[in-house]
């Protein structure tokens, strides 16, 4: 293992070829059936920005959900989430390469989102401040998707 050139991989992880032995996402390889790529790019990441990024969402979202719901509730959200992202990202994007949990994080924010609206005259004084934090957190992860190795499809998927 080493780190991929920067010109390559901004963020700061290894090649594709280590990726894709790993078990990222790679359409023809699932088709060809290798189904477990539906799942392990859920575990993997492009690099340490990339890893940061989506534990900072698992931070803002994921910890204060579970607390809500349970664990078995959120886990059931995150990895169908995480498998539809890959679904999507592979319909889309059938030639890219893919990793991370962004596509299972974003099922979390979809879910903040529907209590935000469901739950609107519960959070009371809370609510316009939840809007912010979660309008602010859905951009900077859409952005995030432009890089390499990262994907808007498997986050709309989500």
């Known amino acids: ?21 790993l078990g990222a996402k790679e359409t023809s390889l699932i088709l060809d059936g290798q189904f477990f790529r539906l799942f392990t ?6 690099g340490i920005i990339h890893l940061l990024f989506n534990m900072l969402g698992l931070w803002n979202i994921g ?32 030639q890219q390469v ?21 739950n609107w005259s519960l959070y009371r004084g809370q609510a316009y401040c939840v809007l912010a934090q979660l309008t602010v957190a859905t951009l900077v992860n859409m952005s995030i998707g432009l ?7 498997a986050h709309i998927g989500g």
């Not at 790019?41 to 492009?46: D, E, F, G, K, S």
């Open 147 to 153: 890089m390499p190795f990262l994907d808007n499809f």
């Open 1 to 21: 293992f080493k780190f991929e050139d920067f010109a390559v991989n901004p963020t700061i992880g290894p090649s594709v070829d280590t990726l894709l032995a």
């Open 98 to 118: 893919g990793v991370g949990a962004s596509g299972a994080i974003f099922g979390l924010f979809g879910s903040a989102w529907a209590d935000l609206i469901h």
């Open 41 to 46: 790019p859920m575990l993997l990441h492009a």
């Open 63 to 94: 910890f204060p959900a579970e607390r809500e719901f349970g664990w078995r509730k959120i886990g059931a959200i995150y990895v169908l989430s995480g498998v539809f992202g890959v679904l999507l990202s592979s319909i889309f994007l059938p």
